[in-house]
């Protein structure tokens, strides 16, 4: 058996070299007609790759439709985000407008309301200060309001407010800062008034409604549905003319008047000094400097 196999050894040995030596050279010759073939016949070879690419189609769409799916699932991720981003952007930008929409808005009323306003300057004023209306205390038992000038403007107690439709009432109190106006409508208010056609005088007195009334008018008198009412210059606060409203209705001798002015939306006011003289009493009208400094020496002095 040794002896086979050392046989057998010394056989393989020649035979594996003799298959080498015979490989090496037939591969290169197989590599040379390929070379040939494919510059001879470029076409079998073009053939031959599509065949190979038709084989494998299959399988690489089969690969690529997965894939496919994953990229369009990932650009309509990235859509979406974009979209939201675009939906903040266009919200924040649409809130900001809404905000700017609301100040011109704002600012429009009250250049209506300013403009308004200058339109009505009475010719008889000697001074006159512009103010806001910073709070309205209209209610069931008062009306009035309250705005942002007060001595420090040369404000004082008595002076008539108007707007630009016309008579909206007398400053009652004066702070330094600010003043409340009681208008035409409360019920403390009462206003010497005229009729412009007939001239027939009455007092307008307030009774916290929209719409006072007309008292004291003569028995004569024969108002008319509206006809205009106007001051009647009595008491020297308000000067003849100053248009107040007109004659709302009559109703078992009640007189209503329908102030120009919309008292309950009011923004701005003009308040005007005509004169205190022979209407409010002493104590009510400011006194000159010159009388407060006198009033400031020892008491004994005066004496």
Known sequence: MRERSGTVDRLAGPVKAAAQRVVVPFLVVLSAMFIVLGKADILLFDRARMVAADAVSPLLQAVARPLETVANGVGKVEGLFALYSENERLREENARLLQWQ????????????????VKFTPESMSSYVSAQVIA??????????????????????????VSGEGLVGRVSEVGERASRILLLTDLNSRIPVMLEESHERAVMAGDNSDQPRLLYLPAVAAPKPGERIV??????????????????????????????????????VRIVDFGLEGVLPQSAIPLPKATRAAKTIDPDAAR
């Open 102 to 117: 609301e100040v011109a808005r704002h600012l429009q009323t009250e250049n209506a309301e300013l403009h308004r306003l």
């Open 231 to 268: 001051t009647g210059g009595a008491g020297g606060i308000f000067p003849p003319g100053l248009p107040v409203g007109v004659v709302a209705s009559i109703d078992n001798g009640i007189i209503r008047v329908e102030p120009y002015a919309e008292l309950s939306r009011l923004e701005y």
């Open 136 to 161: 309205n205390s209209g209610g069931a038992f008062a009306r009035n309001v309250l705005v942002n000038a007060g001595s420090r403007d040369h404000v004082s107690r008595g002076q008539a407010a």
